[in-house]
T-cell receptor, first 116, second 109 residues
Framework: DAGVTQSPTHLIKTRGQQVTLRCSPK?????VSWYQQALGQGPQFIFQ???????QRGNFPDRFSGHQFPNYSSELNVNALLLGDSALYLC???????????????FGPGTRLTVL | QKEVEQDPGPLSVPEGAIVSLNCTYS??????FMWYRQYSRKGPELLMY????GNKEDGRFTAQVDKSSKYISLFIRDSQPSDSATYLC?????????FGRGTSLIVHP
């Protein structure tokens, strides 16, 4: 089992551009959550997808959007990039959704996004 | 005041020491408590979670929760250089989880 995989590993973009990050969940998991981790900070919840729908959302603007595919993989899209969007973006998968999913989630290695 | 406070460290200890890592929180609605370990350039790895006050032990790790004081701890016995990492507490309830900023632990031989 490859666990949670994310691509790309690193990405450099300029302000105003758009970016798409990808995540494949652990085998048997159907729920995907995305987090933003700034340097020296803990992860901040962006949103969670289950059954191809956004189920919960953290305090992030609409520039952050996502998608989940029928095979449970997921994408995170960020439009109109700002310098402050530079961070490690983490994907986590779990076998359940909602309240109980957060203590069963497995994280991927993350995508490091640098916005210049 | 942040919902979850965690000293960033670094905390440097000799191999074999007992390590104590702590978080305080302000929201009494938090119902479950987790500890993650994050190695450099890796994603967080869940170490322990608990729903109740008291202690929970797993090998060299013990998680302790004191809801009355809004204080949680992770103890590591017989610490090893391989334990060197950032340790994140995370708290949740009916809400999405809230993470502390992490404490950097260095165990030197």
């Amino acid at each position: 089992d490859a666990g949670v995989t994310q691509s790309p590993t690193h990405l450099i973009k300029t302000r105003g551009q758009q970016v798409t990050l990808r995540c494949s969940p652990k085998s048997g998991h159907d729920t995907v959550s995305w987090y933003q981790q700034a340097l020296g900070q803990g992860p901040q919840f962006i949103f969670q997808y289950y059954e191809e729908e956004e189920r919960q959302r953290g305090n992030f603007p609409d520039r952050f959007s996502g998608h989940q595919f029928p095979n449970y993989s997921s994408e995170l899209n960020v439009n109109a990039l700002l310098l402050g969007d530079s961070a490690l973006y983490l994907c986590a998968s779990s076998p359940t959704s909602g309240f109980s999913s957060y203590n069963e989630q497995f994280f991927g290695p993350g995508t490091r996004l640098t916005v210049l | 005041q942040k919902e979850v406070e965690q000293d960033p460290g670094p905390l440097s200890v000799p191999e074999g020491a007992i390590v104590s890592l702590n978080c305080t929180y302000s929201n009494s609605a938090f119902q479950y408590f987790m500890w993650y370990r994050q190695y450099s350039r890796k994603g967080p790895e869940l170490l322990m979670y608990t729903y109740s006050s008291g202690n929970k032990e797993d090998g060299r790790f013990t998680a302790q929760v004191d809801k009355s004081s809004k204080y949680i701890s992770l103890f590591i016995r017989d610490s090893q250089p391989s334990d060197s990492a950032t340790y994140l507490c995370a708290l949740g309830g009916s809400y999405i989880p809230t993470f502390g900023r992490g404490t950097s632990l260095i165990v030197h031989p």
